[in-house]
């Protein structure tokens, strides 16, 4: 196979760092394994066992992903796989495997209890997916980038497995504080205002009696100053209250009267118009009698001067009657 080129060289630097890890790992997971067996706790013992053989599969991946580009399969942190010597290579193997080894024995020295011990092994194994999940992301993008789908498929699977073992481990943790509070935490102190020693105790009434008088004094004053408060507000919206009842009856009034003036006025007019017209009328009417007594006192001068005539017609023709008798007599 010809010597591989930069591409290949790029490739297979980022496999050989998430195939180093892999290797590490697998040394850790079997300490990890015995804390939850030594704890009782089947089935994060279980997953942790099957995670193992994942791991080892990947390793077994990585392996031979790298073999196909060209390299050589080192746990080893260096820039490429062959830009070291054998001898390079073969001293840092040594010590990452020497570091993994030395991992084992520290996993299970951690911690105040072995619940504390899981615990913290747990929130690491956690941290640690997260890294394997970072290793796989840049090497899909890489081959990606590189027109090399094997590989990007390779490790999409891969990070698709560390990502579900992430998930797993995120769930135990509330579950592992609990039990560390159980064996560590006595039940009188795990709430806040539990008790200690007398002594911490007494302070506490103390501090609490006194916290209790200053809130008393405080909802005294708060209380006055309520008081006083939905007093005056109490005082202002009487004001308020009457000030509106004054300025409707105010406009009650003052409707009334203008009511009560143009009722006054309408009458007055209309009294006034009816006067008018009623001594009108009856000035008419005094007109109409006058006549009346005028025509009929004419009537009875005139028929008085007829009379009157008659009656001297007939005198005087008695009076001519009486001369002509006589005149005849005295012939």
Partial sequence: MADPGARELKLTQYLNEAYGKEKQLE????????????????????????????????????ERRIKALGGKA?????????????????????????????????????????????LRNVRDAVWNEAEEIAHYDAIEALAET???????????????QEERMQKFLRGQIAALVKQVVREEVPASERRANGGGR??????????????????????????????RSSGSGSTSAKRKAAGAKGGRATARKSSSGSSSSSSSRSRASSSGSSSSRSSGASTSAKRKAAGAKGGRATARKSSGSSSR??????????SSGGSSSGGSSSS
């Fill in 27 to 62: 040394t850790v997971l079997q300490a990890q394994i015995g804390l939850a067996k030594a704890a009782a706790r089947k089935p994060l013992q279980k997953r942790l066992q099957d995670h193992l053989k994942e791991t080892k599969a990947q390793a077994r991946g990585l």
């Fill in 74 to 118: 080192e746990a080893v942190n260096l820039p490429g796989p062959d830009v070291v010597s054998d001898a390079a290579s073969g001293a840092a193997s040594l010590a990452n495997k020497a570091l993994a080894a030395a991992k084992g024995p520290v996993q299970a020295l951690r911690g105040t209890s072995p619940a504390d011990n899981l």
């Fill in 146 to 160: 590189l027109n090399d789908s094997e590989t990007a498929k390779m490790a999409r699977e891969f990070r698709r």
């Fill in 198 to 227: 007398s002594r911490s105790a007494s302070s506490s009434r103390s501090s609490s009696s006194r916290s209790s008088s200053s809130r008393s004094s405080s909802s005294r004053a708060s209380g006055s100053s309520s008081s």
């Fill in 309 to 318: 005539r008659s009656s001297g017609s007939s005198s005087s023709r008695r």
